[in-house]
C-alpha cells in the first residue's frame, strides 16, 4: 500500500515569493493533516480537513497560508508571500479517524522550505 | 491547555543499555497515546499506541510504553537498544481527532 507522498521534497525560495506543497493521502483516508515542524520541536497542526471541510484550521496564519482539499483526497497548502521565519518542514499526514473514531495518523516524508 | 512534554532532549546510550524515554502530558478528557519514530533521513513512522485497555502497550522493535492516569506519563522503554533505534522520538497524544506532539528526544546509541 502506498504511504503519503508529498512533493516537493526540498523547495528554496526567495521571500516574498509564493511556494506550493502538494500531499496525496493514503487513499480511503478521510482525515488529512497539514503540520509545520521546526528545528528541534515537534511538529505542529496548521489545518485538519474531514473529507473536503476544514474541521480546525485555528492554527493556520490565514494572512498568508491557505490550503484546499478539493473532491476529498489531494491537498495543497500554499504561503504566499513566503517570510524567513516559514523555514522549516511541512508534513501531511491522513488517517482513517474522526471525531468519533480515533485511530493513528500516517505521516508523509515532508517537503523542506528554505526561505532566503 | 493541551500539551506534551518529553523531558529529554538529546539521549546517549552504549548498545544493550535499557532505555527510557519521559512523557507527560496535559488534557483533559479522554486522551489516546502514542509514539512516533523518525529514524534519521525517512518519515515519522508509529511506535505504539494506546486507546483503552492494559496501560502497558508493546510497539514493534522491542519497545513498550506504560500508561500511567494517575501521573499523566506514557514513557516509553526498551530493555536494551541496538545502534539501529537511533533516531528521534515523539511522543503524541490525539485529543478529538487532533494530534498533539512533543518537542521530541534524539536517541543517539553508539555501537
Known amino acids: 500500500e502506498a504511504g503519503v507522498v508529498q512533493s516537493p521534497r526540498y523547495k528554496i525560495i526567495e521571500k516574498k515569493q509564493p511556494v506550493a506543497f502538494w500531499c496525496n493521502p493514503i487513499?480511503?483516508?478521510?482525515?488529512l493533516y497539514w503540520y509545520r515542524q521546526n528545528l528541534g520541536q515537534g511538529p505542529e497542526l496548521l489545518i485538519r480537513?474531514?473529507?473536503?471541510?476544514?474541521?480546525?484550521d485555528s492554527q493556520l496564519p490565514k494572512d498568508r497560508f491557505s490550503a484546499e482539499r478539493l473532491k476529498g483526497v489531494d491537498s495543497t497548502l500554499k504561503i504566499q508571500p513566503a517570510e524567513l521565519g516559514d523555514s522549516a518542514v511541512y508534513l501531511c499526514?491522513?488517517?482513517?479517524?474522526?471525531?468519533?473514531?480515533?485511530?493513528?495518523?500516517?505521516f508523509g516524508q515532508g517537503t523542506r522550505l528554505t526561505v532566503v | 491547555a493541551q500539551s506534551v512534554s518529553q523531558h529529554n532532549h538529546h539521549v546517549i546510550l552504549s548498545e544493550a543499555a535499557s532505555l527510557e524515554l519521559g512523557c507527560n502530558y496535559s488534557?483533559?478528557?479522554?486522551?489516546?497515546l502514542f509514539w512516533y519514530v523518525q529514524y534519521p533521513g525517512q518519515h515519522l513512522q508509529l511506535l505504539l499506541k494506546?486507546?483503552?485497555?492494559?496501560?502497558l502497550v508493546k510497539g514493534i522493535k522491542g519497545f513498550e510504553a506504560e500508561f500511567i492516569k494517575s501521573k499523566f506519563s506514557f514513557n516509553l522503554r526498551k530493555p536494551s537498544v541496538q545502534w539501529s533505534d537511533t533516531a528521534e522520538y515523539f511522543c503524541?497524544?490525539?485529543?478529538?481527532?487532533?494530534?498533539?506532539f512533543g518537542s521530541g528526544t534524539k536517541l543517539n546509541v553508539k555501537p
Open positions: 487513499s480511503g483516508h478521510n482525515t
Open positions: 480537513y474531514e473529507n473536503e471541510e476544514a474541521v480546525d
Open positions: 488534557y483533559g478528557g479522554t486522551v489516546n
Open positions: 494506546y486507546f483503552s485497555g492494559d496501560p
Open positions: 499526514a491522513s488517517s482513517l479517524g474522526s471525531r468519533r473514531r480515533h485511530t493513528e495518523a500516517f
Open positions: 503524541a497524544i490525539d485529543g478529538f481527532n487532533k494530534f498533539y
